[in-house]
């Protein structure tokens, strides 16, 4: 497992400075159709996925690459509590109104059944999605991830999923 885990980390480092060659400004700026120049820094973001809540922090390192901090908690009243922290890299392909992206995302899954012993899972992904842009501070958008699942015991397990996320960006 920790070969997985550091062939992964190194598979988004390579990603993310692939995406950044050819950029020419190290500062989040983009023009909006009119020219205008947008300055992007920061954001509050959710996923929404049937009773799943995620919160995230969008962090704009470059034009076209976002860091994303993850925190998810989902309390089940008699079954237990889950507890999720990771990173997703985000690479957008052109900045426009409806914004396209891939990425990969990392995550540490931890559920404490009630009465039970913690456990903690990893998943690591990929994903495509895009983001729509209402205007220069909120968009809408949806993802769609191919995830691998390494329990602590038992099988790995590959599953797919999609979801939809709401931005408000600083």
């Known amino acids: ?30 023009r909006n159709q009119s020219g205008d120049t947008i300055n992007r820094s920061f954001g509050l973001a959710a996923y929404m996925q049937f009773s799943h809540l995620e919160f995230l922090v969008p962090i704009w390192v470059s034009p076209k690459l976002v860091v994303v901090p993850v925190i998810g908690v989902k309390n089940t009243e008699n079954f237990g509590t889950q507890t999720r922290l990771g990173a997703i890299l985000r690479i957008y392909q052109r900045m426009a109104r409806l914004a396209p992206y891939f990425g990969v995302r990392a995550l540490a899954d931890m559920f404490k059944p009630n009465g039970g012993s913690m456990v903690t899972n990893i998943e690591a992904g990929v994903l495509y999605g895009g983001e729509f842009f209402i205007n220069n501070h909120f968009s809408f958008g949806v993802e769609a991830h191919v995830i691998v699942y390494i329990p602590d015991v038992g099988p790995r397990m590959v599953s797919t999923q999609t979801l939809m996320l709401a931005n408000i960006y600083f």
Do not use: H
Not at 14 to 19: H, V
């Open 1 to 30: 497992m920790k070969k997985f885990v550091t062939r992964f980390l190194a598979f988004c480092m390579i990603a993310g400075f692939i995406a950044t060659i050819g950029i020419d400004d190290a500062a989040a700026q983009v």
